[in-house]
Structures are given as structure tokens and as C-alpha cells.
């Protein structure tokens, strides 16, 4: 195998293969693309590759960079390649006697299915078409290869409209009576070439190119310029694959499928990609080429006679047909998987029983695929533990914890949003929090559709199989607490109108109104109408074994963001090391204490707040024991009171005389206190330790309740909680002093009280600039520090995560940030903060413990980041949890 190579000081773009010559290998994917660099492979291992060249993607960066030009050296070096090709073939580019054809394909780094451009047949004109004919000795094969190469050749070079070609071979067909285009004899074929060419000239104003090097500059050009094609974009923006990587072009002696019914081509696969089983997989097409297959203009055939048996099908399989080409495909389906060691993605052409290999790539496959293969070939000996560990993608994982809709499933799509939280769902459309859990606790299944959500509908949202929002982001307020409950959510589907007070919701001009079916897609932001049937997820057998794997090897911790004994039960399954994150203004919302809350905000000096405080201890209490219950013996980060209070307030003129009713105030008070609570920018105002500043008895009854729940469970269980009550939003060693004090006279009462301790820890949560900026003096007070970094990230970078929906696709569309930074860590800033923040935090107390738990602690690429830095964990939503754990193990493996 060749070794990797580098790109030459004299600006060599063209590398060589078969015919015993390679001048790359696989190990060259960067430079060579994935098709090219797995070609120069497969010919320096024995296989039967037509011989061609690679031109660099290096050329291709220099060819954008160059206005969309080639530099003359490149053009003696394409030749020297087509010399290459004419020396092992023994044929002629531009031959009128013998001539030679090539294929010209585009080859990025990472596959790019269907994205960029192929032109097949290149070398055809006028005469070299007799020539061709006459070599092969089958003249319907040549002109059915013409008119091929015409009409691609129009489509991706010239651009011309490929509809008026397709029309022109229906009516050819239909004129003759035939359905197929194998029953075109090749006078039809000569008389629709001469069609093909009369419409070229038509639409493009200038006769076809006869000239094959012509075509052959027009062809590479057209390769590289589909790199910046708007479907190439949206597929590298989607996958996250750098714009600056540039694609190869592969130019290759053509072999040809539609030589008779002694030639073929097709598609397989070394393993089932959908379900990962040890079985050859694949189709093929007689006497065809490979669009034929991919474009779907025939049906195609089964590869094996299993495949064939079980579909049903009658036409003949590969294996029955073919039985001896089909041996040595399958010879080489084995060579390919134990030398890739992965399975295998493989273009193929039969060619008057010549087997010839097009390519091959490590395949695409489902999540629940890569599970199974992974842990199929680690016991088979092909692959070790850590390998495959790494060889599946975390983020895939969400396809395997969530229900999803049963792909054969009929869907009416009406609607897309955002893809923000993971899983599929059916129910009845409500429009408010009430009524949703109402109809819950009825029995129905609903799915409650909101302009945008807030706190006040934790209680409808917990109730709801799935939430739609027509505003917000991926990391608002709906897509992170759906997402922290397992709930399927999309969000932000800005085509649909809602009526609250009609309770009608309205997109393109259709209405769905409260009670009938929704289905929401939250993997693909799908809004469906009626009920689409779902899948439940399997999470034994592969997908346990490769957990244990992981653990095995992954240093950070990984803990959940819970705040009820079912979120904790949940994460603890899915093998959670504790609660990062406990966020107690959720509990003030329930139904049984909000008006005790109200009560506490509308009194007018501290006794009545403690007299409201007082009613709401034993329901706090309550939810930390059920809390410590479940994660008894594990560490449980509770953040302290964090929203502002007027969210605990009535926002609606309809709601105020029944709160203050409730709240036994009268309107004109409650009115005139919500007045003043109201804020301008509440992310930045009375909120926080803010709150324990100016209203400690809050923070001490909170306080209180978490020890006293503490004991209760240590002596009821044995196995005592590990309590990190967590001081949110401060900016000063002063403020955490002060509320520190604060929890320790209570855990120091509560301790008296009851002649029992139990271990406590007090840190802050790093959310804002300064805070991690003087992180050093505020670990001098902070026993752990975990990073809240989606607040961070707002405050860092200015943007509100609620609100930035509406331009940050433009943002990373345009480079600014390469991804959306509320969903992956801004590396280059926040992260910078992150790090800093760590590193003097360590300096002052080299203990003290480090974490995170913003909604990247579920991103991989984020807790590849913590990994780097040294925190200590992460901690992300329940159902995010294996994907943190396995992330976390690539990322300890990556920094080995």
C-alpha cells in the first residue's frame, strides 16, 4: 500500500492509478478525495480498477482562488494522465478507430451522496462513435452510449434543461410502441441523437462539442464548479463538512455495463446498512450504466438469491444470473471488508463477464446499523473495543432513544420547523398548558402547540406527548426543556399562524383546530397531519454492550439535567453518575404551590414573605427527597431560585382576578405589583443570586428544605445524597460570600436540629463574563464550579438564544460561526472564557470540582472540548445521556 503523500513543492495536482502504477492510497483522502485516494488503493492491492488519474482537491482551492481558471501547468499534467490511461488500455483519446471514453466523477473527503456532478462516455463525437461501433463490434451499444453522454454531458457542462432530453426519449419510445430503452434498436438511437443535438444547439447556441478535449476541460470544470453548487452547500452545512475542502475529479477509463446481457452494473453493500446483518446487500442492473441504478430509470434486480426469495421477486438474482461474476464479487466484498476493516459502500461494472471495481467507501448506514456492525466486527477480531467505540457517531444514538414514525408509515406534511428535540409523537392539538394536562390526565394523547412556551407551561408540557412552537430556536426555552424531558419537539415553524383565543392553528391555508390529530417529526421538524404510526426504541443487546465499552475508557463523568424523580429515573437508566443540574423554579410553577408563590411576591415586607415561604418548605422539601431517593449515594447540583419573579405573576387581563382571588390581594394590588417586577431585559435584571441578595429568606428556605431532605433519605436508606447547592448568576466573590453564609446557617441549623450531618458542597454556576474572568477570587469561596454556558453564551456573544433563530442561520451559512453556537460551543470564545475560568479556579483551589451543564454538555464536539480542558463532567438532558457517555469515551481516546 502506498504511503501518505504530500502535495509537491512544484505543484504536482495529478496522481496516477492502475495498471500497477498508484501514487496514493487511502491514507490520502485529504488530498486525494475519498473516491480517488480508495481507487489508488484498490488497484495497489490486486483489485481490477480501470486505470485513470486523480486531479488534487488542492487544484480545486487553487481554482476557486484563481477566479475559476487552471493553471497551464495543469493542463501537461492532465495529459501526462491521459497518456497513462491510453498506455494500459492500448486505445486512443479521440480515436476515430479505437477510441478510449472516460468517466469523470467528483470525489470529496467524506462522501457526499448524489451532491456533485459525474459526466460518463466523455470522448464520443460524430466520428469516434462509428469507431466505437465498429470496435465492439455493437453498434446499438455506441449510439446508445451517445446519446447518453449528450444528454448528461448538456445537463451538468452546459447546463441545459435534462426534462427536454427525457421528453425527447419518451416520445422516441412512444412513437415505437416500446416502454423500455432497451428495446430502442440503434436507428432509433442514431435519430435520437441527432434530436439531442438539435436541442443542444437550440438552447445553448452553439453546435455540440466534437472536440474531445473541450469536452474534457469542460467536464472537470463543471465537477469542481459543483462544489459550490447550492445543494453541495446545504449538505455541507448540514454535516458540518468545511467549504475549504474542495472535492477531486477522477477521470477514468470507461468499462461498460450496456454491452449486452453479458454485462452489468450495480450497488452493494458488505453488510445490510439499514440493519447491520452479515449479508451481502445490493442490486444491479443487465445491460446497463450506473445512473441507471441510482437514478432509478429501471427497476433493479436483487443481488443474491436470499434477497430475491425473500422480496417475492421473479426477476432472476446477480447470484443466479451471474453465478460466476457474482463469486468473484463476492470474493472481492471480503478482501474490501477485511481490508477497510468497516463495511463497505462498492460500485461495480460487469463488462462481457469482466468484472471491473468502481469504488468503494465505508458505507452509510442507520444508527441502530452502526450499533450491530460495530460490535459485530469488534467480536469477529476485526476490530478492537476502542475502535469500535469510535466508529459510531453519538448524535445517531438519538435515533435509538426516541420513538420513531414507522418508515413505511404515509405522511401528510403540512408544516417544518426545527428539529428540537429528538423523537416522534401523535395526539390531539391543544393550545394552552391547562387543557393539555387536563386531557392528559383524561387519557388523551396531546400535543400542545404554542406561539413559544414559558415556564408557566412546564406543568401542559410535562403533560403533552409532543410541543410545536411557532417561534424560538433550538435552545429556547420549549426545545430545552422538551429535550430535558424526552419530549419530541419542534420549534420555530414560523409558517404557522395560532389563535389561542380561537383555538384554531393555520398554515397554508389549511386550519387545524383544538382535538383534531397532529404528528410531530422532532429529528426532521416534520409537522404532519392525522396520526402517523410510530416505532418504539430497543436499547438491550448491541447498544448496552457498547456502553460498557465506552465506560471503560471515558474519563469525564456524565451526569443529567433532572428536576423530577422521573427525569432522575430516566437518566439513571441510561447510566448517569448524578444530577449536574436541578433547576428549582420548575417546582414553584406546580398547580398545588403557585399560589403560595404569589403570595410570597406580592407580600410587602420580609414576615409576610416567610409566612408564604413557610407553606412552600415542606412541598420543597418533598421534591428533594424524591430527588435523593433515586440518585441516593450520587453527587445532586440544585441551582437555587434563578427566573425573576414577575414569570410567577399573571400576564393576561382573564387570569388577574382569579390569582388575586387565590392570592387573597385585590386586582388593583396585584396589577400595580406586576407593574413593578416588570423588566425590560429579564435575562439581565432581578434574577439569580440577585434575587438572594435583596430576598435571602428565599435561598434559606430552599436551603433548609434540601437538608432536611437530605437526612430524611441518609437515615431512611442508609446510602446519603450528596447535596451541591449551586449559587446562580454571580459575577462577584461578594455575592457568593453572601449567599453562601446563607446556606451554611441553615445546613448548620438543620444539622443541630436534627444531631445528624451529611457531606454538602456550595459552588456557582460560571454564566456570566466576569465571573469567569475573576474566577480565581471566586473559588476562594466556591467549592465547584459548573459552567451554565448557555446563559454564558448569551452574555458572551450578545444574542439572545430565544430571539437569535432569526438570523443565525445566515450566520453560519456565511462563515461567521461555523456552527450554531447555542447547539455547539463557540470554541473560539466561550470556550476561551470556559478555560480561562478553569484554569484560575485550579490556581486558588487545585480540588475543586468542574463541570458543565448548558445544553452542550450534550453536544459531542462540546465535550470533546471539556475533555481537552480537564472538567471534571458534564451533564446533559436524560435522554442525551448515552450520547454523552460515548462521546465522552471517543473524546478520552482522541486525547490518547
Not at 382 to 394: F, G, N, Q, T, Y
Request: charged letters at 25%; one cysteine or more.
Amino acid at each position: 500500500m502506498a504511503t501518505a503523500i504530500e502535495p509537491q513543492a512544484d505543484a504536482t495536482y495529478v496522481y496516477r492509478f492502475g495498471g500497477g502504477v498508484s501514487d496514493g492510497g487511502k491514507g490520502d483522502k485529504n488530498l486525494l478525495g475519498g473516491k480517488g485516494a480508495n481507487l489508488a488503493e484498490m488497484a495497489s492491492i490486486g483489485l481490477p480498477v480501470p486505470p485513470g488519474f486523480t486531479i488534487s482537491t488542492a487544484m480545486c482551492t487553487r481554482y476557486y482562488e484563481e477566479g475559476e481558471r487552471f493553471p497551464d501547468s495543469l493542463r501537461a499534467e492532465v495529459a501526462a494522465g491521459i497518456a497513462h490511461i491510453e498506455g494500459i488500455t492500448g486505445k486512443r483519446f479521440g480515436d476515430a478507430a479505437d477510441p478510449l471514453l472516460v468517466s469523470v466523477r467528483s470525489g470529496a473527503r467524506v462522501s457526499m451522496p448524489g451532491m456533485m456532478d459525474t459526466v460518463l462516455n466523455l470522448g464520443l463525437n460524430d466520428e469516434t462513435v462509428l469507431g466505437l461501433a465498429q470496435a465492439a463490434d455493437d453498434e446499438r451499444f455506441a449510439w446508445d452510449s451517445y446519446r447518453r453522454f449528450i444528454q448528461m454531458y448538456a445537463d451538468v457542462v452546459l447546463e441545459l434543461d435534462h426534462g427536454a432530453f427525457e421528453e425527447a426519449l419518451e416520445i422516441a419510445k412512444e412513437d415505437n410502441g416500446f416502454t423500455l430503452d432497451t428495446e430502442l434498436s440503434a436507428d432509433h438511437l442514431k435519430a435520437l441523437v441527432v434530436e439531442y443535438k438539435r436541442l443542444v444547439e437550440k438552447a445553448w447556441g452553439k453546435p455540440f462539442p466534437q472536440d474531445v478535449h473541450d469536452q474534457l476541460w469542460g467536464a472537470v470544470g463543471a465537477v469542481f464548479g459543483s462544489w459550490q453548487s447550492e445543494r453541495a452547500k446545504v449538505y455541507r452545512r448540514l454535516n458540518d463538512i468545511p467549504a475549504d475542502w474542495g472535492t477531486a475529479v477522477n477521470v477514468q477509463a470507461m468499462v461498460f455495463g450496456n454491452m449486452g446481457d453479458t454485462s452489468a452494473t450495480g450497488v452493494a453493500f458488505t453488510r445490510d446498512p439499514s440493519k447491520g446483518d452479515r449479508a451481502y446487500y445490493g442490486e444491479f442492473l443487465i445491460n446497463a450504466q450506473g445512473e441507471d441504478v441510482v437514478a432509478g430509470i429501471r427497476t433493479p434486480q436483487y443481488l443474491t438469491r436470499a434477497a430475491r426469495e425473500e422480496a417475492g421477486a421473479k426477476p432472476a438474482s446477480m447470484e443466479e444470473a451471474m453465478p460466476e461474476v457474482y463469486g468473484e464479487l463476492a470474493a472481492v466484498f471480503d478482501t474490501l471488508e477485511t481490508h477497510y476493516r468497516d463495511m463497505q459502500d462498492i460500485e461495480f461494472t460487469v463488462e462481457r463477464t469482466k468484472l471491473w471495481m468502481l469504488q468503494t467507501r465505508s458505507g452509510k448506514r442507520t444508527a441502530k446499523a452502526a450499533l450491530k456492525i460495530a460490535v459485530d466486527m469488534a467480536n469477529e477480531g476485526l476490530i478492537s473495543h476502542r475502535e469500535a467505540i469510535a466508529r459510531v457517531d453519538p448524535a445517531a444514538l438519538d435515533q435509538l432513544l426516541h420513538p420513531t414514525l414507522d418508515p413505511s408509515a404515509p405522511r401528510d406534511v403540512i408544516a417544518r420547523g426545527l428539529p428540537a428535540s429528538p423523537g416522534a409523537a401523535s395526539g390531539a392539538v391543544v393550545f394552552d398548558a391547562d387543557t393539555a394536562e387536563r386531557w392528559s390526565a383524561d387519557g388523551r394523547a396531546v400535543i400542545l402547540v404554542r406561539t413559544e412556551t414559558s415556564p408557566e407551561d412546564i406543568h401542559g408540557m410535562h403533560a403533552a406527548r409532543g410541543i410545536l412552537t411557532a417561534r424560538g430556536g433550538m435552545t429556547s426555552h420549549a426545545a430545552v426543556v422538551a429535550r430535558g424531558m424526552g419530549r419530541p419537539c419542534v420549534s420555530g415553524a414560523g409558517s404557522i399562524a395560532i389563535s389561542a383565543r380561537d383555538k384554531v392553528m393555520r398554515v397554508g391555508g389549511r386550519e387545524v383546530r383544538e382535538g383534531e390529530t397532529l404528528t410531530i417529526d422532532g429529528a426532521t421538524g416534520e409537522v404532519m397531519a392525522g396520526e402517523v404510526a410510530t416505532v418504539q426504541p430497543e436499547l438491550a443487546g448491541d447498544f448496552a454492550t457498547l456502553m460498557v465499552w465506552a465506560d471503560e475508557v471515558r474519563r469525564l463523568k456524565v451526569r443529567a439535567n433532572a428536576e423530577t424523580p422521573g427525569d432522575c429515573r430516566t437518566a439513571r437508566e441510561f447510566g448517569a453518575e448524578g444530577v449536574g443540574l436541578c433547576r428549582t423554579e420548575h417546582m414553584f410553577f406546580d398547580a398545588a404551590r403557585i399560589t403560595a408563590v404569589r403570595q410570597m411576591i406580592l407580600a410587602s415586607d420580609e414576615k409576610g414573605r416567610r409566612v408564604a415561604l413557610d407553606k412552600l418548605l415542606p412541598e420543597q422539601r418533598s421534591d428533594f427527597v424524591s430527588i435523593f431517593e433515586v440518585m441516593a449515594g450520587l453527587p445532586v447540583t440544585i441551582r437555587l431560585l434563578d427566573p425573576p419573579l414577575h414569570e410567577f405573576l399573571p400576564h393576561e387581563e382573564t387570569e388577574f382576578a382569579e390569582v388575586a382571588t387565590a392570592a387573597g390581594v385585590d386586582i388593583d394590588t396585584l396589577k400595580r405589583r406586576a407593574n413593578e417586577l416588570h423588566e425590560f431585559n429579564p435575562m439581565l435584571g432581578h434574577r439569580g443570586c440577585r434575587l438572594g441578595v435583596t430576598y435571602p429568606e428565599i435561598y434559606e428556605m430552599q436551603a433548609r428544605a434540601i437538608f432536611e431532605a437530605a437526612i430524611d433519605v441518609a437515615e431512611k436508606s442508609g446510602a446519603a445524597p450528596i447535596p451541591e447547592v449551586m449559587i446562580p448568576l454571580v459575577a462577584t466573590k461578594r455575592e457568593l460570600d453572601l449567599m453562601k453564609a446563607v446556606v451554611d446557617r441553615a445546613a448548620q441549623a438543620v444539622f443541630g436540629e436534627r444531631g445528624r450531618t451529611v457531606e454538602y458542597l456550595v459552588g456557582t454556576m460560571i454564566e456570566l463574563p466576569r465571573a469567569a474572568l475573576k474566577a480565581g477570587e471566586i473559588a476562594a469561596t466556591g467549592e465547584f464550579f459548573s459552567f451554565g454556558t448557555n446563559d454564558l453564551t448569551q452574555t458572551t456573544l450578545g444574542v439572545s438564544r430565544d430571539d437569535a433563530s432569526r438570523f443565525l442561520g445566515a450566520y453560519v451559512e456565511q462563515g461567521i460561526y461555523p456552527k450554531d453556537p447555542f447547539v455547539s460551543l463557540d470554541i473560539d470564545g466561550v470556550g476561551e472564557l470556559v478555560e480561562l475560568a478553569a484554569e484560575r479556579g485550579r490556581k486558588t483551589r487545585p480540588d475543586i470540582k468542574l463541570g458543565i451543564c448548558g445544553e452542550h454538555g450534550g453536544d459531542p464536539a462540546s465535550i470533546a472540548f471539556c475533555e481537552k480542558v480537564g472538567l471534571d463532567y458534564v451533564s446533559a438532558s436524560p435522554y442525551r445521556v448515552p450520547i454523552a457517555r460515548l462521546a465522552a469515551a471517543q473524546a478520552a481516546l482522541a486525547a490518547k
